[in-house]
């Protein structure tokens, strides 16, 4: 387990966790958003993808794409 130090330099990424957010686990997710593109890791079963992110009034939702799920 490795921290990666946070980075003050821009507010445009941001770290995420979804509490069993993963497809394939179920386990927690890690969603890391740089730039408006996310990128999501589950340290669990190492799953990597990389979701759509919506913004709605009540906040960001990751959307995972149909498909591509074995
Ligand atoms: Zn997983």
Known sequence: M???PHSPTTDA???LR???GCLLCG???DVR???GAARSFCGHCRWISSP???RHEDGIHIVHPAGGIA
Do not use: A, I, S, Y
């Open 18 to 20: 979804l509490p069993n």
């Open 2 to 4: 490795r921290h990666e």
């Open 27 to 29: 386990g927690d997710l």
């Open 52 to 54: 759509h992110m919506q």
């Open 13 to 15: 990424t941001k770290d």
């Open 33 to 35: 958003v740089t730039d």
